[in-house]
């Protein structure tokens, strides 16, 4: 969710600037005959060509990938029956779902050599427990990104609600992140169920309306770096990216009042063929090497902490990619909330978006 | 006989399959869903008692809360852009058409229609994306701007970008018929009118105007309908308060397809309403050439 580019601002990149290939190639699943394939469907990204082909020259494996960009364009593929896909890498509470629809198999970690590397911050978080369903892949926070020249340092949410910031504010779109926002603001969890907490939250996203310039959840590091806007509330990848290019003007800051932790996780679907070829796959890229390779291209902090050692210092060090174990504190993991309480949201976010 | 028409309805055939499989049907799916109930994570509720639901008007629930005055915003500023843009079409695609068909050497008619197809050779989504380049707070536009003193205006995420976006991506749709209609018009009786001593305004308004109504009409009804469904300019351009009713639709459509389908199917009914009478306008204009 966090990688996805709109794509338009990849194709007019493409088309200005020539940009190299990430990854985005699609291709259609299918099997070779006798050859091994392992079809892959993914955000934007996280799993770039050459650590693809590598993997390929090592064991043979051929990896077809699909993208997506958004879970719920996941969930739909999923839970229309049709696909075929061994490896998907659904957020958090997108793991819950598709374990409450029976739609994700259990992982076997004895065939994970190197699972014994995964981050033990990410393990047993409430989307999977025991983790018997995921795999932490890249992990990050949802906080605010600044500009410094405009509006200081920032350490609160609350400034996305001053009127002082009136028509230069971005909100992502997406209702659980923005509910998320007025509900720590309230002092509340990010994953409440309370539908007067939520009423009233989604109150304060309706009343804070007429402030925000824009709802974007694709390029919003751009819309921050070129001066749309002065507050983008965002994933940290994308605007750890643009703080990166000008520390002087950018800034990013996960609030004091607490923020959303969030970890794209690897599931093998429940009808899934090659499920070998699959354990093969994640065991692959939790190696240490491999694993400092994925991040020193996509900039994501990895749940291979064994990687660190081969991760380029800039990264490692950079707060805002990988941020404190204080920070981590004061963040939640968004939880499956339930049918009942999603149709509430749902039906704020919709009062929100036609008010 | 019973030949023939067998024979017709073989060479029918393709076109029905393809209009039936294609258009028909996904449109059949589409009004059953909209008469639905939503269930849990994107599923579609199964009816228990169908007697109950539909004598409870159960079934009529997603168009109800289409219809709830919340949404009147959204509907308003729908039509208003769509109407706008279509005005504004309409007086610049006029005159390009006219110029190209009347005015332009001969030789360079095919180069000028060729200019006015040749952005289509590039995807709609990038051509708004550098809309979006050159409407921005640093963009080209206030770059251009700033050079000659203005200080930056606030272009970008305004009902102005969204209606210059819908004008700049509708325009060739409303040229292209103009231009076919300018093309064929007999001029001779713009000779015959200036002989009768018509002065160019009324030639204008008074000849090629009412010989070029057809084209007129198609260009209007090219760029209205698409005018009125889309989400993609309005997505990209339109900011906080710029959602269309397209956006509606597309936005968490896997969330609620029976609600979405209702607000689409009604957008589908209005679009076909304008084309029912158009068509009514092409039967009656027919007959009175006939009876001419």
């Known amino acids: ?355 | 006989m019973k030949n023939g028409a067998l024979r017709t309805w073989l060479q029918l055939l393709p076109t029905w399959l393809v209009l039936g499989i294609f258009f028909l049907a996904p449109m059949a799916i589409m009004l059953g869903i909209s008469f639905r109930e939503k269930g849990p994570a994107g599923t579609i509720k199964p009816i228990d008692d169908m007697k109950q639901y539909i004598t409870k008007g159960t079934f009529l629930n997603n168009y109800r809360e289409s219809l709830d005055p919340s949404y009147a915003g959204v509907y308003w500023r729908s039509l208003w852009l769509a109407v706008a843009t279509t005005a504004l079409c309409l007086l610049i695609g006029y005159p390009v058409a006219y110029y190209i068909a009347i005015v332009a050497n001969p030789m360079r008619k095919n180069l000028l229609l060729a200019m006015v197809a040749i952005p289509f050779w590039t995807s709609f989504l990038i051509r708004m994306g550098a809309w979006k380049l050159i409407l921005e707070t640093q963009g080209v536009l206030n770059t251009m701007l700033g050079a000659v003193g203005i200080a930056p205006l606030d272009m970008l995420y305004t009902p102005g970008a969204v209606l210059t976006g819908l004008v700049y991506g509708e325009l060739p749709f409303m040229i292209l018929p103009l231009y076919a209609s300018l093309e064929k018009m007999d001029r001779t009786l713009l000779e015959a009118a200036a002989d009768l001593g018509a002065g160019a305004t009324s030639r204008f308004f008074r000849v090629t105007v009412p010989q070029t109504m057809s084209g007129i009409i198609a260009g209007i009804v090219l760029v209205l309908i698409p005018a009125a469904g889309q989400f993609v300019v309005s997505d990209i351009l339109g900011g906080a308060k710029g959602a269309l009713v397209g956006n509606i639709i597309q936005e968490g459509f896997q969330r609620n397809k029976p609600l979405k389908s209702a607000i689409a199917f009604e957008l589908t009914a209005v679009v076909g309403l304008m084309l029912a009478v158009y068509g009514l306008y092409l039967h009656r204009r027919r007959r009175k050439e006939a009876a001419l």
């Open chain 1, 1 to 355: 969710m966090r990688m996805k580019f709109a794509a338009v601002g990849m194709l007019v990149m493409a088309v200005l600037g020539g940009c190299k290939d990430k990854g985005t190639a699609s291709t259609q699943p299918g099997s070779a005959q006798g050859a091994r394939v392992l079809n892959v469907y993914c955000w934007s990204e996280y799993l770039p060509q050459d650590v693809r082909d590598a993997f390929t020259a090592k064991t043979g494996i051929k990896v077809n990938l699909t993208l997506y960009e958004s879970n719920e364009m996941l969930l739909d593929k999923l839970q229309s029956g049709v696909s075929d896909f061994d490896l998907v890498v659904p957020s958090d509470y997108t793991v819950a779902i598709l374990k409450r629809q029976n739609l994700v198999q259990r992982i076997d970690a004895s065939k994970i050599a190197n699972w014994k590397n995964l981050d033990p911050r990410l393990l047993g978080r409430a989307y999977d427990p025991k983790n018997e369903y995921a795999m932490p892949c890249f992990w990050g926070t949802t906080g605010i990104g600044f500009n410094r020249q405009a509006v200081g340092d920032i350490d609160s949410w609350k400034v996305l609600f001053d009127e002082k910031n009136a028509g230069k504010i971005l909100m992502l779109k997406d209702s659980r992140e923005c509910l998320a926002v007025a509900l720590k603001v309230m002092g509340k969890s990010i994953n409440e169920t309370d539908p007067a907490v939520l009423r009233q939250a989604g109150e304060m996203l309706k009343n804070q309306k007429r402030l925000v310039k824009v709802y974007n959840s694709d390029d919003f590091d751009q819309t921050l770096g070129r001066g749309d806007v002065v507050l983008a509330h965002g994933f940290n990848g994308q605007l750890a990216k643009l703080v990166a290019s000008d520390r002087a003007k950018f800034g990013y800051t996960v609030p004091k009042e607490g923020a959303t932790l969030w970890i794209d996780a690897f599931c093998i679907p429940a009808k899934a063929k090659h499920v070998a070829e699959a354990h093969e796959f994640l065991n692959y890229l939790l190696d240490p090497q491999v694993g400092a390779q994925l991040v020193n291209q996509v900039s994501y902090a990895s749940g291979n902490v064994a990687a660190r050692a081969g991760i380029k210092p800039e990264i490692l060090n950079d707060p805002s990619i990988y941020p404190s174990d204080e920070v981590i504190k004061r963040c939640e993991v968004m939880a499956d909330v339930g049918d009942q309480t999603t149709e509430l949201i749902d039906k704020i976010w919709q009062e929100v978006m036609l008010k």
